[in-house]
């Protein structure tokens, strides 16, 4: 460290090369934290057992999947220490000298204790995505995943609940253990995904209200949950319309009729045109 300054380490695994660089941090309990930069090989996971799923995010159930049994459900660990962090960080508030005046020992205890209840709703989050993606990198080999960004979600009522969901933690994990594990990882914007049967690929003409729970198509008559609906929309997107690489930003696809009318994202215009152009040619 600069100024001769030795620091006791302990490893949490051993590094696979020589690092070429390290960051040292803090973090707000005042742990201190060395991240190396190393090369290593990467490491193809074993055959998968279940050939594909899809994924759409929410917020009543964090991840909604075409297979049951791979469901994130909503834990809500900010929720439960809710009461404990409020009477912390009013505990805090009360230890506040005025400004110009050095923090008491009473303050910045008050402050750790706020800051490690929080850290532990956090960790509890980081914990339950890391092994809910794991189950599903290892028993599936194409992983379409919903294309959601929660940021909007921050200014709106559901804005508590969805930073209690983690939605965007769960994601970058899914992503980044597929990219490791050599799966096929296409992720899918989510437009139109709840309104599009995953039978035979009609557009509800009406957009679905937070509280129609329900899907029911009046084309063909198939009728399910709406997120799983939209869940099996996504993974017939990534398979029908011919993905291409791993971890794209890919064009949703209109399957009436059996036919690959791709639609660019964003770009909507194109739904008319009988023979619209591969969207997936040419994405690295």
């Not at 020589?18 to 060395?34: F, I, M």
């Amino acid at each position: 460290m600069p100024g001769k300054v030795t620091i006791p380490v302990v490893w949490s695994r051993e590094l696979p090369c020589e690092p070429s660089s390290v960051r040292v941090y803090q973090d707000n309990l005042g742990h201190w934290y060395a991240s190396f930069v190393v090369q290593r090989d990467r490491t193809e996971a074993p055959e998968a057992a279940l050939a594909g799923i899809g994924v759409d995010w929410g917020v009543k159930s964090t991840a909604t999947t075409t297979d049951s049994r791979f469901d994130l459900p909503h834990l809500g660990h900010r929720r439960r220490c809710a009461a404990q962090l409020a009477t912390a960080q009013r505990a805090w508030a009360r230890r506040r000298r005025p400004k110009g005046h050095a923090a008491s020992k009473g303050y910045l205890e008050a402050k750790r204790r706020a800051a490690r209840i929080a850290k532990k709703a956090a960790r509890q989050n980081t914990h339950d995505a890391r092994v809910w993606a794991k189950a599903v990198i290892e028993q599936h080999a194409l992983i379409a995943v919903e294309d959601f960004k929660p940021r909007f979600l921050s200014k709106t009522r559901m804005a508590r609940k969805a930073a209690d969901a983690a939605i965007g933690a769960c994601k970058r994990e899914l992503i980044e253990r597929g990219r490791r594990a050599g799966r096929r990882v296409v992720l899918v914007p989510p437009a139109y995904t709840t309104m599009t049967c995953s039978v035979c690929g009609t557009r509800a003409k009406q957009r679905l209200g937070l509280g129609v729970r329900v899907f029911d198509c009046a084309a063909c008559g198939y009728s399910a949950d709406r997120d799983v609906n939209a869940a099996r929309t996504i993974l017939a997107t990534a398979e029908r319309d011919r993905a291409s690489a791993d971890d794209i930003r890919h064009s949703i696809a209109s399957f009436r009729n059996g036919g690959s009318d791709a639609v660019r994202a964003g770009n909507p215009g194109l739904a008319g045109r009988e023979n619209p152009p591969d969207s997936s040619a040419g994405i690295r």
